[in-house]
């Protein structure tokens, strides 16, 4: 086991210990031993200043869960500052990683600190988000880097020649996505269309805009961004990149980002729901989830399955969504507790399941087995809500570590653990396809609204394979999505082998069978006033648009 010298790294070392699997200790261990021998000929109490702003910079990115290489970068911010030459010893000591990092955050201060220091936080909070969320370093470096090709004379080529082909390659891409105008603009199909070809070339850029718009709504001000532009900027957020952050699996950033255009655009309704969150009645949830925790703890305790246990709220946007689709005021939405248990083993999710069923009575229709049968963005996790003390409705979600990284970081966590840049999802391809074939403007924003911006459900082919489709969709928007010809073919359905009308809205989890009648002549009319995908629409109105031409033809 490794021992440190040092009381201030190992509490940092600690720190991260508490929330990652691979806190990387000996690379904080060797950052602090560098950092000594560096400031070794410095005078005693300037060593101790710097050695302390070093310790403080890494311990605030460690209570942020921040990637260690990040932490220790932070740690040597301050050494490079006073002595640029040092990154090449930073490089050969601790590697490339924490080097780019230190050479990207130097760079951008060199640029930004005394003339435009603004831009110059901007850069640095935006990267220490993207930190949080388990991304790749060269994805860190470039949310640095990225406010640069746009407000100094510093060139794209320059950038080039002073860092890597993936730094300046994803610093590059951003720049083609910086603005994507989302109301009354001309551009806004074309805006989308570059987005399409920036996340196909590497998806690490729209999560670096999704934590550079976070950024810029919280301190828009700072950055002296006017109302109008801000708006923007929250729409862009709302409507386009927290749907591509649920696609992706990064749940913290969906609703971190949900949650500050909510502040911006309906900044009323945003004031009602955070006033029934006022310091009294916070303290009294708050004691709420306390007991529950207290009581959960004890009986998995007594169980035997070792757990960490979360409580939280629900974010403002989704209990403003929830009361609007509901049509419910805030004090009749009852689960807007949630309480997250994490756990060592996939089978002490399934006994931690149990447990919470012998000490509360499950809501009826309420429990999901995303472990058994994942989201099409890998999400895995137990759902259940109960009656839970007081007979409040209060959900549970049970996952293991791994999951909950997952749940939490999604596509994100891959190019730092798996290092699988280049693997796209098959959504992103297919949109790729549909952008090519769909030259038509109208007819790309209908699909790309279809297949991005809709709520989506996820539901099953009989051999288990996963289909994700729009809220509402129906038995026949899944028989179309499998192929045309079985969509032109479908005569009925069953649903969790149960029969159904082809129009019955399906829901997630629902296991759909299609029953096939090879003589039948082709779809129905009616079928276009209830499918909800437009790849349906599209293959019911082309059969009947062709059928003139076929009969004159036999004429």
């Not at 009645?281 to 989830?289: G, L, P, S, T, V």
């Not at 409040?392 to 190019?415: K, L, P, S, Y």
């Not at 079985?486 to 296991?511: M, Q």
């Amino acid at each position: 086991m490794l021992k440190y010298k040092y009381m201030g790294i190992e509490k940092i070392i600690e720190t991260l210990k508490e929330t990652q699997a691979e806190p990387k200790a000996e690379l904080l261990a060797k950052t602090f031993d560098f950092f000594q021998k560096h400031t070794a000929a410095i005078g005693f109490f300037d060593k101790k200043n710097l050695q302390s702003a070093a310790l403080d910079a890494g311990l605030d990115q460690a209570k942020e869960n921040a990637l260690p290489e990040f932490v220790a970068a932070n740690m040597l911010f301050g050494l490079a500052r006073h002595d640029g030459a040092i990154i090449k010893d930073i490089r050969e000591a601790l590697g490339s990683d924490v080097a780019d990092i230190v050479q990207s955050h130097e760079f951008t201060r060199q640029q930004f600190e005394e003339t435009q220091k603004p831009l110059y936080d901007h850069s640095c909070r935006t990267a220490a988000r993207l930190a949080t969320v388990k991304i790749s370093v060269p994805a860190i470096c470039a949310a640095l880097l990225h406010e640069i090709p746009a407000h100094t004379a510093v060139s794209m080529e320059e950038l080039k020649k002073k860092f890597s082909p993936e730094i300046s390659g994803l610093t590059e891409n951003f720049q083609k996505i910086r603005n994507i105008r989302t109301a009354n603009s001309e551009q806004f199909v074309y805006h989308l269309r570059e987005m399409v070809l920036a996340m196909v070339d590497d998806l690490r850029v729209i999560i670096i805009k999704m934590c550079s718009n976070l950024d810029r709504i919280k301190h828009g001000t700072e950055l002296a961004i006017d109302a109008e532009k801000m708006k923007n900027i929250a729409r862009e957020s709302r409507e386009l990149l927290a749907p591509v952050a649920d696609l992706l699996g990064i749940w913290q950033l969906r609703w971190q980002l949900e949650d500050a255009a909510f502040e911006i655009l309906e900044p009323e309704e945003f004031k009602k729901i955070a006033y029934q969150f006022n310091v009294d009645e916070r303290k009294n949830r708050d004691k709420y989830i306390q007991k529950t925790k207290n009581i959960a703890a004890k009986a998995l305790a007594e169980a035997n399955i070792a757990c960490q246990i979360e409580g939280r709220f629900k974010h403002f946007y989704s209990i403003h969504r929830k009361m609007l689709d509901k049509k419910k005021g805030f004090d009749d939405i009852g689960d807007i507790f949630a309480l997250r248990i994490i756990v060592n083993e996939v089978d002490h999710c399934y006994r931690a399941l149990g447990i919470i069923h012998r000490l509360w009575r499950p809501k009826f229709r309420r429990i999901k087995d995303y472990i058994a049968a994942p989201k099409s963005n890998n999400y895995r996790s137990l759902h259940t809500t109960v009656f839970g003390v007081n007979g409040r409705a209060t959900e549970f979600q049970i996952r293991t570590r791994e999951m909950d990284e997952t749940a939490n970081f999604g596509v994100a966590a891959h190019w730092y653990y798996k290092n699988a840049r280049k693997k796209v999802p098959p959504w992103i391809q297919e949109l790729l396809v549909k952008q090519q074939e769909y030259k038509n403007d109208a007819e790309f924003l209908t699909k790309f609204k279809s297949d991005i911006l809709n709520d989506r459900i996820y539901v099953y082919t009989p051999k288990g394979d996963v289909v994700s489709l729009p809220a509402g969709a129906t038995p026949i928007d899944f028989a179309y999505h499998i192929h045309s010809e079985i969509g032109h073919k479908c005569a009925g359905a069953k649903v969790n082998d149960l029969p159904v009308a082809v129009n019955t809205p399906l829901a997630t989890n629902d296991i759909i069978e299609i029953i096939v009648d090879r003589t039948q002549p082709g779809p129905k009319r009616e079928w276009l006033t209830f499918v909800k995908t437009e790849g349906a629409k599209k293959h019911i109105e082309n059969h009947f648009n062709r059928l003139p031409v076929e009969r004159s033809f036999r004429l």
